[in-house]
């Protein structure tokens, strides 16, 4: 069945860097459009970033363009968003999400503090 398991979240400072990884199972990353979208406390769920299937065209919310980079692997069938210049209101529960069928990961903590 279809699987998404999230990792590399964690705490980290103003200005710093994290990688977050999407780990695919039960279906062929590369043929579907996946996105990463996050919901900080109180806030509703929102997206930050998706790849297209295919030829991997990439889009991003105005709030991280320029500061995350979304991409895949398709060798080892794992998404990725790499996270840069983070700021405290990037706080938040980052879910990977495969559109069709509306299947979401559980979730990795970000949290950006000094």
């Known amino acids: 069945q279809v699987q998404l398991v999230e990792s590399g979240g964690g705490l980290v400072q103003p200005g710093g860097s994290l990688t977050l990884s999407c780990a695919a199972s039960?279906?062929?990353?590369?043929?579907?459009?996946i996105g990463w979208f996050r919901q900080a406390p109180g806030k509703d769920r929102e997206g930050v970033s998706c790849?297209?299937?295919?030829?991997?065209?990439?889009s991003y919310a105005d709030s991280v363009k320029g500061r995350f980079t979304i991409s895949r692997d398709n060798a080892k069938n794992i998404g990725y968003l790499r996270m840069e210049n983070l700021r405290p209101d990037d706080t938040a529960v980052y879910y990977c999400h495969k559109y069709q069928g509306n299947f979401w990961g559980q979730g990795t903590q970000v949290t950006v503090s000094s």
């Open positions: 039960g279906f062929t990353l590369d043929y579907y459009y």
């Open positions: 790849i297209s299937k295919s030829n991997g065209s990439t």
